[in-house]
């Protein structure tokens, strides 16, 4: 259905240069704030086959490197030439001469061990780089942008207008489908990567940057060969102030606890599920194994998890429709409920944790309210699945009611459609037509509504089937915007941008108002601003499943 609008001339114009707008695309787009400007684009190196695409999604986490102290104390930076941030930054991680375009994403280069020195490497950390050539003691800090594409992770320095990877790091045997960072990390091992074979691997993102190689070092490698379980990985994420945990959601409806801190090969065994219909957790009988537990959520895959921001609650949804919402300490399902119709894609949690987005084939964004435990608002514009959804952390309402609580929230979605819905989620919307209170009455509901007050909460466990299409207010979108000529995958927002990704590996970061203007044409000033600090725990995207057409 989606890939009759992307004709062939469309498709090579989007992939052969950034800059090629296919007809109809525009380079922004207007919201009540102001207007959204593209400002650059990334993608894979245009000599990638694209037949390699269709075995895995393209999906994009967003990495804040700290500094890190260095042991040798840098030469004085010697002033360059070179026109283009990126290629500094590629010289500086990679070890090159002036940050020649070869090793930008090849990797290959070894032999030039001069390091170049420059003071123009935009917000991406020190300016200057060692003269020695040891390269382990790369203390750049930086924001990364890291996606898949086929059999190929790449990382791309985010701050620089240069579309092409720094690095590519090559899986042989499967594709990397899914992946997360934790800018909070102890001892190094910040980014994992899940595959298509199930196999999970941690790395450091530093110690990936520092090497010229194609595949991943000191990596620990976990569920190897699918020990565990053969499953495709759908889903990854670090527990929020977990001391190095991390979950892993598979296509057989299972999702893993693991430690990072034990050994990858300890064998875990798990007793046979009894109930396939019944979520289960079972614990690993030795204390040595990892995973240390499994969840059996559902039947069916789990297409997508998320942590809410104190890493109190797990959502998860799957291919049978459902959201579900647990206690992650506790083991325990807390609530949940059914899309109007079809398998769920997408969920995000909003930063107070008092809201989830979910989006599927329904082609609805739900809004779910955790105090009430029921869906508050649907989102109609999209034209085929939502395949991402966002909170704008960042964005703020024009108006407050002085309590210092928010009273409006921002969100973004994508989908099939290729297009980039905004909207506005006004508190006073969603309760009032919820609440029906006549005159000097207690609150009534029309048949169908789960609650019979509107202050009794369902009990704990409790799964809402899906609501009446009377009962749950509609919410109209602020901005509806054709981003690309290829099927979404997913969007994050950042300080300064709202970054949206394309199934097949194109990336585009469009500026928001204000910070478009003060941007100058010359990629020396590229996003210069601190504020990343304030980057939500866990940015990252995607984790849908598609209909292959």
């Known amino acids: 259905m989606i890939h009759g609008s992307n004709s062939s001339s469309n498709g090579m114009m989007s992939s052969s240069s950034a800059n090629a707008q296919s007809p109809g695309l525009k380079t922004y787009f207007k919201t009540p704030e102001g207007r959204y400007k593209l400002q650059y684009e990334k993608t894979h190196p245009a000599g990638l086959l694209h037949y390699t695409h269709g075995k895995a999604v393209t999906q994009a986490t967003l990495a804040h490197l700290k500094d890190k102290p260095s042991q040798i104390l840098p030469a004085p930076s010697s002033s360059s030439s070179a026109g283009s941030g990126v290629r500094l930054a590629a010289a500086r991680l990679l070890g090159g001469g002036n940050g020649s375009r070869a090793l930008s994403f090849v990797g290959g280069n070894g032999s030039s061990k001069n390091l170049s020195g420059s003071s123009r490497i935009g917000s991406l950390g020190s300016s200057s780089t060692s003269s020695s050539p040891i390269l382990s003691n790369y203390d750049g800090k930086g924001t990364y942008l890291i996606f898949n594409v086929g059999d190929t992770l790449f990382i791309s320095d985010f701050n620089s207008q240069d579309k092409d990877p720094i690095k590519a790091i090559h899986f042989s045997n ?19 990567i899940g595959l298509n074979s199930g196999d999970v691997y941690s790395v450091s993102l530093r110690q990936q940057l520092q090497d010229v190689g194609k595949k991943l070092v000191s990596a620990q490698h976990y569920n190897k060969d699918g020990s565990v379980n053969s499953g495709r990985c759908t889903s990854i994420a670090w527990v929020p102030e977990g001391d190095g945990a991390f979950v892993v959601a598979h296509a057989d409806g299972n999702l893993y606890v693991y430690e990072k801190s034990k050994d990858g090969t300890g064998e875990s065994s798990f007793p046979v599920i009894k109930d396939q219909t019944q979520f289960s957790v079972a614990h690993a009988r030795s204390s040595k194994s990892n995973p240390v537990a499994r969840w059996h959520i559902c039947q069916g895959s789990i297409n997508s998890i998320a942590f809410s921001t104190d890493g109190t609650y797990l959502a998860t949804v799957g291919r049978d429709g459902y959201l579900r919402v647990f206690d992650y300490s506790k083991e325990q399902l807390i609530c949940g409920g059914k899309s109007y119709y079809g398998a769920l894609l997408c969920c995000a949690w909003s930063m107070d944790g008092k809201y989830i987005l979910t989006g599927g084939e329904d082609d609805l964004v739900q809004v779910w309210s955790m105090e009430d435990r029921k869906v508050v608002a649907w989102g109609e514009g999209h034209g085929s699945w939502v395949s991402g959804v966002a909170f704008d952390s960042y964005w703020s309402s024009p108006t407050s009611d002085g309590t210092g609580e928010s009273v409006m929230y921002r969100f973004g979605s994508v989908g099939q459609d290729t ?51 009377r009962d749950v207010p509609k919410l109209s979108p602020v901005v509806v915007h054709r981003v690309h000529v290829e099927p979404l995958s997913g969007l994050i927002f950042t300080q300064e941008s709202v970054v949206t990704v394309c199934r097949e590996g194109h990336i585009k970061i469009w500026m928001r108002p204000g910070y478009a203007e003060s941007q100058s044409s010359n990629s020396e000033n590229v996003l210069t ?10 940015a990252k995207v995607g984790n849908a499943s598609y209909k292959q057409s």
């Open 419 to 469: 297009q980039l819905l905004l909207w506005d989620l006004a508190m006073d919307e969603i309760v009032v037509p919820l609440r029906r209170v006549p005159p000097g009455g207690s609150p009534t509901f029309s048949t169908g509504n789960q609650s019979a007050h509107w202050d009794s909460i369902c009990p704990v466990g409790t799964i809402q089937p899906a609501p009446s299409i």
């Open 529 to 538: 601003s601190s504020s990343k600090e304030k980057l939500p725990w866990s």
């Open 174 to 192: 499967s594709n990397p489908v899914c992946h997360a960072f934790d800018p909070e990390a102890k001892d190094g091992h910040d980014l994992l």
